[in-house]
């Protein structure tokens, strides 16, 4: 098998050659066929002419719609140099909450990308979403899904490894002080025993309808915008038939962190000095979902620049909030088609979160804009 | 068989029930389902409750698509109150230049749209297109591609018209000199003596070849700007398998204008005062062109309104230049694969004008930016 080290070597390596050999080709429009290209390039140990020598064995990289993802990254604001730069000049570093997936994850240094690997039937979905993922981004600017930046992957030692490069929502920097991982279900929906344990467990709803009970308070104005956000991108979720993602939710408290500061230098505050702060403030997803269309100016505009939504609890706390769609790949029709028919006769559908696209999108929605989300009432 | 007037009233009181009833369904962004939707309404001659009373015989009305094609006309800037007012509030016009492809055409009385009769075939294809031609949209401002505003089929007597709606090229309150049908071809492409004998002939290839040596002189940045848009829209056709489209190219000759307008009101002028000048200027896709990126505004600005691009002649003669791609969903793989085998056969590859796409569309450019229109070289 291949080895961490030689898989995030692979990884940096096929990276830097596909986004070269790209930049030499002239711009164009993607076209419909762009979707569904998928480019090869073989790195044999020794080297060849358009591979380096390197210390890994002999692997080949693949890079799917080299030209539509091209274009996603030019409009999420992301230069070919600096892709290539987060990416490929420094150590990509490990993530260790893997989660229930079983997928690795890995961090640019400079915070600003995630590399997760994905099963063989998510990249083939991501590749069959990729119309319908343009649509989406030309339409609706403010979307919370997932910013896909590539889709690659490395075959080594008769193994495929398919990863796919996303925005991170959750900004080093920023200590996070609760976390969530939001789906609008009930049933079994409550953090493990082990999760607690950790420094930043992520909580799921049953614990934030326990501890949050009067949810996040939001301006008019931005709990309006953000709630149309939802709604839209749970119609096009519904459209793939796809369910079973979740919202993640990272709460970074100004009030406490005020509070913090001042005994700091005691303390170990290590969560804040892991990293250098990201340079390119990509972390924006949270605060685009209510303001991309008003240009980022205007009256929504916040100090903040690490692209926090601006909130309160309910002691009236002033809260940052990251918030993004996740988990959008690894469920959908055919996969859990059969799930559903069992589970459905086994627990009361309305818990059951493995439930039909519809239904699914329609209980986050509601969910998301009822419980965790709440418009301040008068101010 | 379906009259022309019964046709012409089915056509309106299609349109107005569908623009009606899509108005009443909320805005949602377009998902890629949207493409393939068929909605269908029966008019029996009695009325329903959901349709009005009228003196044809009984129709069904198809809308293809109705979401998209309002995203579209949305993104041509065409209010649902306009085109329904302009299509369904005053006469149809039928045009008699239907030309040799046996198709129907239609103007709508305030001069802004065609609307055009289509083969089973044709409607098909255009339904497949719409994705891709969704991307353009998005990507290609400038594009000189058709602009489909809708897809309609009139199902009566046993018959299926299908029909599609799109945008004037050659505004009818602006005097055409000269018109001309272009391809890059040479083959057989020369006006018949029928056409010749019109008031306004649509010459062919080698006519303009002869006429107008010189081909029609741009300012540097124009020239570079249409040329570009000119490759652009021929790399979508390419990837499509399209071939056999024209530029329609519509020549008003301003200094000739002007002198003919002294004599004027002696002479017949018969085709000035046809019908009212066009209110909301839709034939801009001519300037639109070479400027669609630059917000309409900047050096390439001018003050003619009805959207031509200012040129000149060999002589110095200031010209307004209509243009636009035309006939693209007449000709394409299935239908032109066979047709090619045996005509390549008997005459040479190059001059044949049914060739393989790609070889179509670098023949066609090539024409169109070296011999058709040239820059202006030193002032």
Not at 85 to 92: A, E, G, V, W
């Amino acid at each position: 098998g291949t080895t961490s080290s030689a898989l995030k070597g692979a990884i940096q390596l096929g990276i830097t050659h596909t986004v070269g050999s790209l930049s030499q080709k002239p711009e164009r429009d993607v076209l419909l066929q762009d979707f569904e290209v998928v480019e090869s390039i073989f790195f044999p140990n020794e080297g060849s002419n358009l591979t380096p020598a390197h210390h890994y064995g002999d692997f080949r990289f693949k890079t799917y719609a080299p030209i539509a993802f091209r274009y996603f990254r030019e409009m999420f604001g992301i230069r070919p140099d600096d892709y290539m730069y987060s990416l490929c000049n420094d150590q990509l570093i490990e993530l260790s909450n893997s989660g229930a997936s079983g997928s690795l994850f890995y961090v640019s240094s400079d915070d600003e990308f995630i590399i997760k690997t994905v099963q063989h039937k998510e990249a083939e979905f991501l590749q069959k979403l990729l119309p319908g993922y343009f649509m989406n981004l030309n339409q609706n600017k403010r979307t919370l899904l997932p910013k896909f930046y590539g889709l690659y992957c490395v075959q080594a030692g008769g193994k495929n490894i398919r990863i796919v490069v996303m925005n991170n929502l959750l900004p080093s920097s920023v200590r996070m002080h609760l976390k969530y991982d939001l789906k609008g279900s009930t049933h079994k929906r409550r953090a493990s025993a082990k999760e607690r344990e950790k420094a930043i467990p992520t909580y799921k709803d049953l614990d934030f309808m326990q501890d949050m009970q009067d949810g996040l308070l939001l301006e008019g104005d931005m709990y309006n915008a953000l709630c149309k956000t939802i709604h839209r991108d749970c119609l096009l979720l519904q459209s793939f038939k796809i369910m079973d993602y979740s919202l993640l939710v990272g709460i970074h408290n100004v009030d406490k962190a005020c509070r913090e500061q001042v005994s700091e230098e005691a303390v170990a505050g290590a969560m804040d000095q892991r990293r250098p702060p990201g340079q390119k403030s990509l972390y924006s997803t949270a605060i685009e979902a209510i303001q991309a269309e008003t240009g980022g100016t205007g009256s929504l505009d916040t100090e903040d620049k690490t692209g926090g939504i601006p909130a309160r609890n309910s002691k009236g706390e002033r809260l940052l909030v990251y918030i993004g769609i996740i988990d959008i790949l690894q469920s959908y029709r055919f996969v859990k088609k059969l799930e559903h028919s069992w589970k459905a006769l086994v627990h009361d559908g309305d818990t059951v979160s493995v439930h039909r696209p519809g239904f699914y999108a329609e209980r986050f929605e509601k969910f998301m804009c009822n419980t965790v989300f709440r418009k301040i009432t008068c101010k």
